[in-house]
């Protein structure tokens, strides 16, 4: 069993930056495929970003690339999301997944993320 706890969100205005953290409990996190999804009000759930064992491997939407990035820290049990140039769009609940496969390359759908977060709320002001 893995949990996950995020935390970083708030209120910034329009242009600033967040820096959202996830920290997962649990053995092998180094194996696990991480990602950053996000849910406005009336939406459905979205990918954001992933990132796999290899730190090297990282997918992001192609709406935040270039804005967004994604990294981990294996030693912490922990992946982060550093969010530059934020727009009121970007408001919405992020929340951290957990995929318990080894994989080359994230997937972007919600399905196969096994352990979700309780997801942290981002406000963007225009």
């Known amino acids: 069993q893995v949990q996950l706890v995020e935390s970083g969100g708030g209120l910034v205005q329009a242009g600033g930056s967040l820096r959202l953290s996830c920290v997962a409990s649990?053995?092998?996190?180094?194996?696990?495929?991480m990602g950053w999804f996000r849910q406005a009000p009336g939406k459905e759930r979205e990918f954001v970003a992933g990132?796999?064992?290899?730190?090297?491997?990282?997918v992001y939407a192609d709406s935040v690339k270039g804005r967004f990035t994604i990294s981990r820290d294996n030693a912490k049990n922990a992946v982060y999301l550093q969010m530059n140039s934020l727009k009121p769009e970007d408001t919405a609940v992020y929340y951290c997944?957990?995929?318990?496969?080894?994989?080359?390359?994230?997937?972007?759908?919600?399905?196969?993320?096994?352990?979700w977060g309780q997801g942290t709320q981002v406000t963007v002001s225009s």
């Open positions: 997944a957990a995929e318990g496969v080894v994989r080359r390359t994230p997937l972007t759908s919600t399905a196969p993320y096994d352990y």
């Open positions: 649990g053995r092998h996190f180094t194996s696990y495929t």
């Open positions: 990132i796999a064992w290899n730190p090297g491997s990282t």
